[in-house]
Each structure stands twice: as structure tokens, then as C-alpha cells.
């Protein structure tokens, strides 16, 4: 079983619509949670992270986690076609390890 | 957020040449940096896990002979990718841990792509 497990996708949505990513994990220990954003042909760049349970809000992005599930997730509002990228899910375990998913391809359609 | 960069961003080297790429954590000190290898429409591969003042630890199946870690400083780790054929052609990027004020967070280089000719 692979530590971070998300859906490959790919995933679209419409312009304005909300996307949501999931990501489950393998590790009840694991202590903290991230989302990077990757656009083709570059190097991921770090979005959000989340440490506890419940939500967490920055601008058009929430990210989600659930402990007792094991799963965090992503939302975007308000969709676009900027938003159009590889979502990479990020965990780290009590040994400070950091476990990447495989990523999500979004596809925002204008 | 703290800043990594990586040097070159595009590199063409010859066959059987040596290229040696450079990354840098400019607003922190990072005791870990992370190489990485993507090919084209592919996940991130972890190749090594770079510690300041001690030898890299490669991951299964990477040479470790072929990619050489130096990681000398807390601010700077190094891929020299030896003897390099076309088939080592891809993205090559770095990341780097944060510890203190940003927390246990990993940053990204600009990544390296490397196309051997």
C-alpha cells in the first residue's frame, strides 16, 4: 500500500465551479499536510498546509482534514482556467519523512 | 514562504560529459535537501535525501556512483550527474525542509531540465 494515495484524474470542471482533490494516507501518525501545485513543466510550489483537524481557508482554497479517515482534501472555489495544474499531496510522518502522492490532474474548462 | 534555487535551469551537455547542478536555500538553513527526477507527464521520483555533513541516501535503484550528492553547507546541495547519456535527459529538482519559523514545510526549486545529446 503506498503511504499517499490520490486519484490520478484527470479531473474538469467548468469555470466557476468548484474543484475538489482528495488525497488518503496509509500512517495514522502522520502529523502534517500539504498541497503543492504543479504546472507542466515546472517545479511544484506549496499552496496550503494543515496540521489539525477541521478546515482551513486561504482565498479561493480550503483544505480539509480528517485524522480519524485518514484523508485530507483540496478545494477550490470559483475554478480557473489558471487553476489548471497537477495537485501533488504531501504527508509527513512522525519521522519527519515527507511522502508525495502521485497528483491529481486539474483541468478547469473556460 | 522560503526561497530555493536551483542552477542551471536548462543545462545540454554531450554524451559521457559531467553536469553539475546547484541548489540553494536563500532565507534558511536547510540540514535536508530532496532530489528529485520527473520525466514528461510523470510523478516526482525521489532519487536521494541530501544531509548537511554526511553522505546522501540514495533511493532504490539509483546509482549512486552515477549521482553524486554533495550536500557541504546548510545552504547549498549539489547533483553532478556523471558520465551523463541521453537517457538521463529529464527535470531534475530539488526541494529543501524548512525548520523554525516556517515549520517542518518542504520548497521546491525552479528545477533543472538536463538534455544530453
Known amino acids: 500500500q503506498k503511504e499517499v494515495e490520490q486519484n490520478s484524474g484527470p479531473l474538469s470542471v467548468p469555470e466557476g465551479a468548484i474543484a475538489s482533490l482528495n488525497c488518503t494516507y496509509s500512517?495514522?501518525?502522520?502529523?502534517?499536510f500539504f498541497w503543492y501545485r504543479q504546472y507542466s513543466g515546472k517545479s511544484p510550489e506549496l499552496i496550503m498546509s494543515?496540521?489539525?483537524?477541521g478546515d482551513k481557508e486561504d482565498g479561493r482554497f480550503t483544505a480539509q482534514l480528517n485524522k480519524a479517515s485518514q484523508y485530507v482534501s483540496l478545494l477550490i472555489r470559483d475554478s480557473q482556467p489558471s487553476d489548471s495544474a497537477t495537485y501533488l499531496c504531501?504527508?509527513?510522518?512522525?519521522?519527519?519523512?515527507?511522502?508525495f502522492g502521485t497528483g491529481t490532474s486539474l483541468t478547469v474548462i473556460p | 514562504g522560503a526561497v530555493v534555487s536551483q542552477h542551471p535551469s536548462r543545462v545540454i551537455c554531450k554524451s559521457g560529459t559531467s553536469v553539475k547542478i546547484e541548489c540553494r536555500s536563500l532565507?534558511?538553513?536547510?540540514?535536508?535537501m530532496f532530489w528529485y527526477r520527473q520525466f514528461p507527464k510523470q510523478s516526482l521520483m525521489l532519487m536521494a535525501t541530501?544531509?548537511?555533513?554526511?553522505?546522501?541516501?540514495?533511493e532504490q535503484g539509483v546509482e549512486k556512483d552515477k549521482f553524486l550528492i554533495n550536500h557541504a553547507s546548510l545552504t547549498l546541495s549539489t547533483l553532478t550527474v556523471t558520465s551523463a547519456h541521453p537517457e538521463d535527459s529529464s527535470f531534475y529538482i530539488c526541494?529543501?525542509?524548512?525548520?523554525?519559523?516556517?515549520?517542518?514545510?518542504?520548497?521546491f526549486g525552479e528545477g533543472s531540465w538536463l538534455t544530453v545529446v
Open positions: 526541494s529543501a525542509r524548512s525548520g523554525g519559523y516556517s515549520g517542518n514545510t518542504i520548497y
Open positions: 500512517d495514522r501518525g502522520s502529523q502534517s
Open positions: 494543515i496540521y489539525s483537524n
Open positions: 504531501a504527508v509527513t510522518h512522525t519521522g519527519n519523512q515527507f511522502y
Open positions: 532565507d534558511f538553513q536547510a540540514t535536508t
Open positions: 541530501s544531509n548537511e555533513g554526511s553522505k546522501a541516501t540514495y
